[in-house]
């Protein structure tokens, strides 16, 4: 095996994965749908494995909700200072700030029936896959729905309460 002399960021992820499934992660079009703990978690551990590095990449987030200050123990992403700002906008800067190759997207829409104009038929149609990082039923079930019609992955985690989930569907 021949050795690269060069370090790049990704060094550590290529050693894990090899060169050939780190560069088709780099290349992935995902949905985060919410940004909250689990939308934090989620666009940390993209910027740090690289999804949406490479050409063509980009992961799009949204969510309609503000940070507050109660977000601010569980949410590790936010600090004091981004309290009141857009959650998605936010998460979307700091994983920049984890890995600035990262190409990110962030809308403050949400995700139903009634926007089906930002996310119509060629927004889905592009995706490689989903993840729901969600504390509502029924945005989650919608789009489940969405990702069955177009035969998408959906990685659908969220939280009820106190509880939190993850599944593959």
Avoid at 13 to 36: D, M, P, Q, W
Avoid at 57 to 83: A, C, W, Y
Avoid at 98 to 125: H, L, M, S
């Amino acid at each position: 095996a021949v050795v690269s002399t060069q370090s790049t960021w990704d060094d550590d992820t290529i050693a894990v994965f090899g060169r050939e499934l780190h560069e088709r992660v780099t290349k992935l079009n995902y949905f985060l749908v919410g940004s909250g703990a689990i939308g934090c978690e989620m666009m940390k551990n993209w910027a740090l494995m690289g999804l949406g590095c490479g050409e063509g990449g980009l992961v799009t987030v949204t969510d309609m909700d503000t940070i507050e200050k109660s977000n601010l123990n569980r949410q590790f992403l936010f600090r004091p200072r981004h309290v009141g700002q857009m959650k998605s906008l936010v998460a979307a800067q700091e994983a920049k700030g984890i890995n600035p190759a990262i190409k990110v997207e962030a809308k403050d829409v949400r995700v139903g029936g009634d926007t089906e104009d930002v996310y119509d038929d060629a927004f889905w149609e592009k995706l490689d896959g989903v993840t729901n990082a969600l504390d509502n039923v029924q945005a989650r079930l919608y789009v489940d729905s969405r990702c069955v019609y177009f035969n998408k992955s959906l990685l659908e985690s969220g939280t009820l309460g106190t509880k939190g989930n993850t599944q593959v569907v």
